[in-house]
């Protein structure tokens, strides 16, 4: 068991991870704010996205390229 301080309140606790990370109580908190910033992003409606590469093969292309006006 390794003994660290909460980077996010300073208090010590003990983990088996010798890395220092949130205490529990922080990361309960933590993980409360995630939850509520996922059901807001769940509730707005989804925006189809394209990549590049699928924009270019939509466009009209003429012998293999695209076709742009000038």
């Not at 990361?27 to 704010?33: L, Y």
Request: with cysteine; net charge positive.
């Amino acid at each position: 068991m390794y003994t660290h301080p909460c980077i996010k309140c300073g208090t010590q606790y003990q983990d088996v991870d010798p890395d220092p990370y949130y205490c529990k109580s922080c990361n309960d908190e933590k993980k409360r704010i995630a939850k509520e910033i996922d059901a807001k992003i769940k509730t707005k409606p989804k925006r189809s996205t394209m990549s590049a590469l699928q924009e270019y093969d939509n466009m009209p292309k003429i012998g293999g390229f695209i076709q742009v006006r000038l």
